[in-house]
């Protein structure tokens, strides 16, 4: 059963009990479980559990009856224009990434040097070890990527690398909150396959690790 992995706990709690509703678990016009029950199943407070609650009734999908409890009164939620239009420009911003980092990674399989694996190494660490907030695992993500860039020694790639960090950042933190990472261990082996390929020196492994999971990202916002 999913629960919430991080925060912020109210949006993410709000995205599961949406995916669960599109995965069929209750009906149109089919009451939820009572609260208590389903703040245990998400591993969330009831507070928390109520502000999701407020957030995807505001969406038009649940409906709160005083003394009744909580209905389902939609199956999807309509977005609004400017969420549609954010995503258009985070998908750009993936396939910007795509260009840059499958190419970095593929040279750092060829030309790191045993520091350069080094910093690899401990980026990833730190990206492990993130604080469970949005912008911290945005900010230890591009630090990893970032050492990956450094190590392929093409001081271009790093310009433009360094450059687009700041809409990056903007882009990644705005994605994470449309669609919360489904399964944040999957995620981090992805980078995890990453590093294997760098440290093996094997350029088209290393290239094909960073396609696959930047085009993962991108496809998220389907």
Not at 194 to 220: F, N
Request: hydrophobic share 50%; proline share 4%; glycine share 4%.
């Amino acid at each position: 059963m999913s629960q919430v992995q991080r925060h912020p706990l109210a949006a993410q709690a709000a995205e599961v009990l949406l995916e669960r509703l599109r995965a069929g678990e209750w009906e149109l016009g089919h009451r939820l479980p009572g609260e208590t029950t389903l703040a245990a199943q998400l591993g969330v407070g009831r507070s928390t559990l109520r502000e999701a609650i407020r957030e995807l009734a505001g969406r038009g999908v649940l409906e709160s009856r005083q003394g009744a409890g909580v209905f389902v009164t939609s199956l999807d939620v309509a977005e609004d224009w400017d969420t549609v239009l954010r995503r258009a420009d985070i998908a750009a911003v993936i396939e910007a990434r795509i260009a840059i980092e499958a190419e970095a990674a593929a040279l750092a399989a060829a030309r790191r040097t045993p520091a350069d694996l080094r910093n690899i190494l401990r980026a990833l660490t730190a990206r492990a070890e993130a604080d469970a907030s949005i912008e911290a695992l945005v900010d230890a993500d591009t630090a990893f990527h970032r050492t990956v860039v450094v190590a392929a020694h093409n001081d271009i790639l790093l310009e433009m690398f360094n450059a687009f960090v700041p809409r990056l950042r903007r882009s990644m933190i705005d994605m994470l909150r449309i669609r919360p990472i489904a399964d944040p261990p999957a995620d981090h082996h992805a980078h995890e396959d990453l590093y294997v390929a760098i440290r093996a020196r094997k350029p088209d492994v290393a290239a094909t690790a960073s396609r696959v999971h930047l085009t993962a990202l991108k496809a998220a916002l389907a």
